[in-house]
Nanobody, 120 residues
Framework: QVQLQESGPGLVKPLQTPSLTCTVSGGSITTTYYYWNWIRQPPGKGLEWIGYIAYSGSTYYSPSLKSRTSISRDTSKNQFTLQLSSVTPEDTAVYYC????????????WGKGTLVTVSS
């Protein structure tokens, strides 16, 4: 059973660059052919995909967030991390990590999410 657990700073100030980490258990983030994603949901709005890091270590980001997003991984800890730079109150959201499986390219495991609030 794969489990994903997000951790983050909770409250951040505008223009900071928070880091959120997803710790994976029950499966390796380097196993072919899985993709490890970050998704967020602002209060009262729908889900927004942020980006992924693949089993190979390659990354791909949403064009709308690409300039502020970086996803990296620590294979020794089986973790992957999201950094979002220059945050504003519009980045306030519940941030989820989730796995996409192939060949169907569907989400099969999700974390419970962590709330990040951007406020001065």
């Amino acid at each position: 059973q794969v489990q994903l657990q997000e951790s983050g700073p909770g409250l951040v100030k505008p223009l900071q660059t928070p880091s959120l980490t997803c710790t994976v258990s029950g499966g390796s983030i380097t196993t072919t052919y899985y993709y490890w994603n970050w998704i967020r949901q602002p209060p009262g709005k729908g889900l927004e995909w942020i980006g992924y890091i693949a089993y190979s270590g390659s990354t791909y980001y949403s064009p709308s967030l690409k300039s502020r997003t970086s996803i990296s991984r620590d294979t020794s800890k089986n973790q992957f991390t999201l950094q979002l730079s220059s945050v504003t109150p519009e980045d306030t959201a519940v941030y989820y990590c989730a796995r996409v499986e192939t060949p169907h390219y569907e989400y099969d495991y999700w974390g419970k999410g962590t709330l990040v609030t951007v406020s001065s």
